[in-house]
């Protein structure tokens, strides 16, 4: 499987980031923080990010490449939906990730 590419946008640019979510639980976060699991996620090319308990898996790509990818709407819509399943598709296949039922 192809690793989805995540690209650094410049601060204040618009971005599209597919990825997966769910609800870790307040313990969550301090068993997942250095944990082999989340080296797993960078590894795969995948950010990291937290609202509350929800721990939100995904790639980042900026619109402007987005826009790029094509002459016609189709086009560009195409790309982002076969990156977008591409990043999903990663984010499934990494391992289970810790949670507080379980010990790292």
């Known amino acids: 499987m192809a690793q989805p ?3 650094t946008a410049p601060l204040g640019s618009l971005t599209h ?3 997966i979510a769910w609800n870790a ?3 969550g976060r301090h068993l997942i923080r ?8 960078k590894a795969a090319g ?12 995904y790639a980042v790509k900026p619109l402007l490449e987005v ?11 195409r790309a982002t939906a076969l990156w977008a399943e591409e990043t999903i598709r990663t984010a499934l296949a990494l391992p289970e990730p810790p ?6």
Not at 34 to 41: M, Q
Not at 46 to 57: A, H, K
């Open 5 to 7: 590419t995540t690209t």
């Open 67 to 77: 826009v790029a990818s094509g002459d016609a709407l189709t086009d560009q819509a």
């Open 17 to 19: 980031s597919p990825g």
């Open 34 to 41: 250095d944990s082999p699991w989340e080296a797993s996620v």
């Open 99 to 104: 949670d507080a039922d379980h010990q790292l």
């Open 25 to 27: 639980g307040r313990e």
């Open 46 to 57: 995948l950010s990291i990010f937290w609202d509350d308990g929800n721990c939100n898996v």
